[in-house]
Nanobody, 127 residues
């Protein structure tokens, strides 16, 4: 059974930073497409960043230059470094893995590619 567990969320002021982590069971992080999504109250879940099995990365336009996705294959941990946070970044952040496409991210920021999800970690940015 694959498990993804997020951590690192919290409350910060605008301009601050947070680093989210996603601990995975088995070899999910190293082999497959792993992404971060977020969902604010009343809004649809949106893709933030994704990294495939070869390390290729995709970012949503809204976070380019501010967020950095990475992974530690040896520890099977994925991370999302978030800098210059804005109030509009406030949301529940989810780690997700897509294991049905080999190591590829076919639609990296679309939810339907991902078959495993964590429970989420809350990020709140105050102005």
């Amino acid at each position: 059974q694959v498990q993804l567990v997020e951590s690192g969320g919290g409350s910060v002021q605008a301009g601050g930073s947070l680093k989210l982590s996603c601990a995975a069971s088995r070899y999910i992080i190293s082999r497959y497409c792993v992404a971060w999504f977020r969902q604010a109250p009343g809004k649809e879940r949106e893709g933030v960043a994704a990294i495939d099995g070869d390390g290729h990365i995709t970012y949503a336009d809204s976070v380019k230059g501010r967020f950095t996705i990475s992974k530690d294959n040896a520890k099977n941990i994925g991370s999302l470094q978030m800098n210059s946070l804005k109030p509009e970044d406030t949301a529940m952040y989810y780690c997700a893995a897509a294991t049905r496409g080999g190591g590829n991210c076919y639609q990296p920021l679309e939810t339907y590619d991902y078959n495993y999800w964590g429970q989420g970690t809350q990020v709140t940015v105050s102005s």
